[in-house]
């Protein structure tokens, strides 16, 4: 695995943490497949900090504790 490409991924997901592998790729500049390697291999706790839910279920809790 190419780390300078690791490092520069995981720098870019520190400053933009909701970009996905096809963003990251673009931005950096390189093919997608290799970003969207490193997001599922070495990454893969990364995106799901973003601070949003993840279900609906989560989103009616939310809405009916915040009254």
Do not use: W
């Amino acid at each position: 695995m190419n780390t300078d490409l690791t490092a520069r991924v995981k720098l870019t997901l520190e400053r933009f943490p909701r970009y996905g592998y096809r963003r990251l790729a673009c931005v950096l500049g390189e093919n997608r497949k290799p970003i969207q390697r490193i997001l599922q291999l070495k990454l893969a706790g990364a995106q799901a900090t973003a601070g949003l839910p993840t279900s609906r279920q989560t989103l009616a809790v939310d809405h009916l504790t915040a009254r």
